[in-house]
């Protein structure tokens, strides 16, 4: 049985596997800071049950860090005769198509970490105030090559209407 946001002949791209590191690396931030946030009652307190919260906080994000691998590998996206299709997510998945012809934006940002990794994310801004996608983790020069093909895509769709 085939998939409807399957093509045949069309397979996913991923993102690269370098962006395991930035996604970790972020998780692992923000854990410290919600350990830490998460251990003040404990501190001001000096009772030995608020220790529970900071605890439980370590433990939810530890699972959070288990899954960033297989997470990262959910992210992709097709590009398609009318539109580019993308997809993330593992328990609850989103699938957005963003037509050609409706892009106005199509930026790439690097931070520091994506930058040192030789990575970077595209984003992609239509009409829709809700429709903002960001492909990350994306290799320099594939999202330069996406960004450029998008644009000149998106031109000549824009231009029929």
Same mark, same amino acid.
């Given at each position: 049985?085939?998939?409807?946001?399957?093509?045949?002949?069309?397979?996913?791209?991923? *993102? =690269?596997?370098?962006? #395991?590191?930035?996604? @970790?690396?972020? &998780?692992?931030?923000?854990?410290? !800071? +919600? %350990?830490?946030?998460?251990?003040?009652?404990?501190? *001001? =307190?000096?009772?030995? #049950?608020?220790?529970? @919260?900071?605890? &439980?906080?370590?433990?939810?994000? !530890? +699972? %959070?860090?288990?899954?960033?691998?297989?997470?990262?590998?959910?992210?992709?996206?097709?590009?398609?005769?009318?539109?580019?299709?993308?997809?993330?997510?593992? !328990?609850?998945?989103?699938?957005?198509?963003?037509?050609?012809?409706?892009?106005?934006?199509?930026?790439?940002?690097?931070?520091?970490?994506?930058?040192?990794?030789?990575?970077?994310?595209?984003?992609?801004?239509?009409?829709?105030?809700?429709?903002?996608?960001?492909?990350?983790?994306?290799?320099?020069?594939?999202?330069?090559?996406?960004?450029?093909?998008?644009?000149?895509?998106?031109?000549?769709?824009?231009?029929?209407?």
């Amino acid at each position: 049985m085939t998939n409807r946001l399957d093509l045949p002949g069309v397979e996913w791209r991923r *993102v =690269s596997p370098k962006y #395991v590191v930035v996604d @970790i690396t972020g &998780a692992i931030v923000a854990t410290i !800071l +919600l %350990v830490a946030v998460a251990s003040v009652p404990a501190f *001001v =307190s000096g009772l030995a #049950v608020f220790w529970l @919260i900071p605890a &439980a906080v370590l433990v939810i994000m !530890l +699972l %959070v860090l288990a899954f960033i691998p297989r997470r990262v590998r959910a992210i992709g996206y097709q590009l398609r005769e009318d539109d580019l299709l993308f997809r993330r997510g593992l !328990l609850f998945q989103r699938f957005v198509s963003v037509p050609y012809g409706r892009m106005q934006l199509v930026d790439i940002t690097r931070g520091p970490l994506s930058r040192l990794l030789g990575l970077s994310d595209l984003h992609f801004v239509t009409a829709a105030a809700s429709s903002g996608v960001v492909i990350p983790g994306l290799l320099v020069v594939d999202a330069e090559e996406l960004r450029d093909h998008l644009v000149t895509v998106a031109e000549t769709r824009r231009a029929g209407l």
